[in-house]
């Protein structure tokens, strides 16, 4: 009984970590401006992965296995924040603006 | 149904999502009109690997793969850092650089006040910000 209820939510974890990645990369493609494409990538693809690999810590079922997807998974969230923050500003400040459907950059002010 | 079962099948579908996701995600790497666009795409491509690695980590058992997940997040965050740092040292776009800087000419001037950012030395760029900022608390 433990097993099934196990396999049903590394099956689920599995589901929902490949979808946010397709949405993600569907936020990629279609958004119309690096900065929302910047809003899709870095939070969804960061969750994608990140639920993948939470339930390759689980389904392994040692102690040891899941303390290091668990590191994985921190070190994710912690790190693509930083990455996606960096490439925005770069972007900014060399020049690349928002499209039209944005109505407001307060960078620009500075 | 046994458990082993269902979770292979759901991984083997959630192989074909991956799938699905990498071929999107390398699509705006070909197309995307900007640098910046192809980066970001380069990182949520290296982000579907890691998806992949755990996948098949829980596909074939062996614990191994989270161990190069990991490792690839870390080559992946740098790369990305890494790029950033090469759009920064660029410096700023010619006035006909793309579509989106053509499509926002008048508001790319501001940006074009500071030509020698590509001397390319963040201590250049860094007291550039300073006296910027200081003006504005001037005017305000």
Same mark, same amino acid.
């Given at each position: 009984m433990m097993d099934y209820v196990a396999a049903i939510v590394v099956s689920v974890l599995l589901m929902a970590g490949a979808l946010f990645a397709l949405v993600a990369a569907l936020g990629i493609v279609r958004l119309p401006d690096l900065y929302t494409r910047m809003h899709a990538a870095s939070k969804a693809g960061t969750v994608g992965s990140g639920l993948l690999l939470f339930a390759a810590g689980i389904e392994s079922g040692e102690i040891a296995v899941f303390a290091r997807s668990l590191a994985g998974f921190v070190f994710f969230i912690l790190t693509a924040p930083v990455a996606a923050h960096l490439l925005a500003r770069a972007a900014h400040k060399t020049g690349y603006r928002l499209l039209p459907p944005s109505v407001r950059d307060d960078l620009l002010e500075r | 149904m046994t458990p082993d079962a269902i979770v292979s099948i759901s991984a083997s579908v959630a192989l074909v999502i991956l799938a699905a996701t990498f071929l999107v995600a390398s699509w705006r790497v070909i197309v995307g009109p900007t640098l910046p666009d192809r980066i970001l795409a380069l990182d949520t491509l290296s982000g579907t690997a890691i998806g992949f690695l755990a996948v098949v980590a829980v596909k074939?058992?062996?614990?191994l793969y989270i161990d190069i997940a990991i490792s690839l997040g870390l080559v992946g965050f740098l790369a990305t850092v890494a790029f950033a740092r090469f759009v920064l040292s660029r410096g700023p776009l010619p006035a006909s650089a793309g579509p989106m800087a053509a499509q926002t000419d008048k508001t790319v001037r501001p940006a074009s =006040? =500071?030509?020698?950012? =590509?001397? =390319?030395?963040d201590a250049k760029l860094k007291p550039k910000t300073t006296p910027a900022r200081k003006t504005k608390k001037d005017r305000t």
């Open positions: - | 074939t058992g062996f614990a =006040k =500071k030509p020698d950012a =590509k001397v =390319k030395s």
